[in-house]
C-alpha cells in the first residue's frame, strides 16, 4: 500500500509540475480588439449651436466637401424653416389674445413681453434661412441640378430685400438664377 501511496504521490507531484508552469505564466493576452465606435449620433440644432453648424458646413464647403456641406445647409435651412413656421403660428395666437377684450391684463402683458422675444427670432432665422437657400441654390447650380438650384433661388429674390448692389445677396441670387436659366446679359 506504501507503494501504491508513493505512486499515487508522485503521479500527483508530476501533474503539479506539468501544471505549475502553466499556472505561473498568464495565458496568452490576445491583442484587445478597439472598441467599436457607436455610430455617431446626429446633433441636434438649437439656437445656442446653430452658428457652428454654419459655420462647419461653410469650412466643408470649403474643402470642397461638397455632399457634407449640402447635408448641414440642408439641415440648417429646414430648421429655420420650421422655426419661422412656429413663430408665425404663435404670433397668431398672440394677437388673438392681444385683441381678446375679455383677456386679462396680466396675460396681455406676458404676451408683449414674449413677443419681443419674437421680434428677435424672426429677423435672425429669415436671415439663416435665405442665406442657406442662397448656399443650396449655388451647390445644386454647381452640380448641374437645376431644378433644385432655381427653387431655392427664386425662394431667396422673393424674401430677401431687393438691392442694386453689385454683390448683394439679392443681385448674387438673380444673377445665379439667370444663368440657371441660359439668360444671358443684364436682366
Given at each position: 500500500?506504501?507503494?501504491?501511496?508513493?505512486?499515487?504521490?508522485?503521479?500527483?507531484?508530476i501533474?503539479l509540475t506539468?501544471l505549475l508552469?502553466?499556472?505561473?505564466?498568464?495565458?496568452?493576452k490576445?491583442?484587445?480588439?478597439p472598441?467599436?465606435?457607436a455610430?455617431p449620433?446626429?446633433?441636434?440644432?438649437t439656437?445656442?449651436?446653430?452658428s457652428?453648424f454654419?459655420?462647419?458646413?461653410?469650412?466643408m464647403?470649403?474643402?470642397?466637401?461638397?455632399?457634407?456641406?449640402?447635408?448641414?445647409y440642408?439641415?440648417?435651412?429646414?430648421?429655420s424653416?420650421?422655426?419661422?413656421a412656429a413663430?408665425?403660428?404663435?404670433q397668431?395666437?398672440?394677437e388673438?389674445?392681444l385683441n381678446?377684450?375679455?383677456?386679462s391684463?396680466?396675460d396681455?402683458?406676458t404676451i408683449l413681453?414674449?413677443?419681443?422675444?419674437?421680434?428677435?427670432?424672426?429677423?435672425?432665422?429669415?436671415?439663416i434661412k435665405?442665406?442657406?437657400a442662397?448656399n443650396?441654390g449655388y451647390?445644386?447650380?454647381?452640380?448641374?441640378d437645376?431644378?433644385?438650384a432655381r427653387?431655392y433661388?427664386?425662394?431667396?429674390?422673393?424674401?430677401?430685400?431687393?438691392?442694386?448692389?453689385k454683390?448683394?445677396?439679392?443681385?448674387?441670387?438673380k444673377?445665379?438664377?439667370?444663368?440657371?436659366?441660359?439668360l444671358?446679359g443684364?436682366f
Amino acid at each position: 500500500m506504501s507503494k501504491s501511496i508513493f505512486k499515487l504521490s508522485l503521479n500527483i507531484l508530476i501533474i503539479l509540475t506539468l501544471l505549475l508552469p502553466c499556472l505561473s505564466y498568464s495565458a496568452e493576452k490576445k491583442p484587445k480588439k478597439p472598441p467599436v465606435a457607436a455610430p455617431p449620433q446626429e446633433t441636434v440644432i438649437t439656437d445656442s449651436n446653430i452658428s457652428a453648424f454654419i459655420k462647419k458646413g461653410d469650412e466643408m464647403f470649403k474643402k470642397g466637401d461638397i455632399e457634407s456641406s449640402l447635408r448641414i445647409y440642408l439641415k440648417v435651412y429646414n430648421h429655420s424653416k420650421d422655426i419661422l413656421a412656429a413663430a408665425a403660428i404663435v404670433q397668431t395666437q398672440y394677437e388673438r389674445v392681444l385683441n381678446d377684450a375679455s383677456a386679462s391684463q396680466d396675460d396681455k402683458e406676458t404676451i408683449l413681453l414674449k413677443q419681443k422675444r419674437l421680434k428677435q427670432i424672426t429677423p435672425k432665422y429669415t436671415s439663416i434661412k435665405e442665406s442657406m437657400a442662397y448656399n443650396l441654390g449655388y451647390i445644386y447650380s454647381k452640380r448641374g441640378d437645376s431644378e433644385r438650384a432655381r427653387k431655392y433661388l427664386t425662394e431667396v429674390l422673393e424674401t430677401t430685400p431687393f438691392s442694386l448692389k453689385k454683390d448683394s445677396l439679392w443681385m448674387n441670387t438673380k444673377n445665379l438664377l439667370l444663368g440657371q436659366y441660359g439668360l444671358e446679359g443684364e436682366f
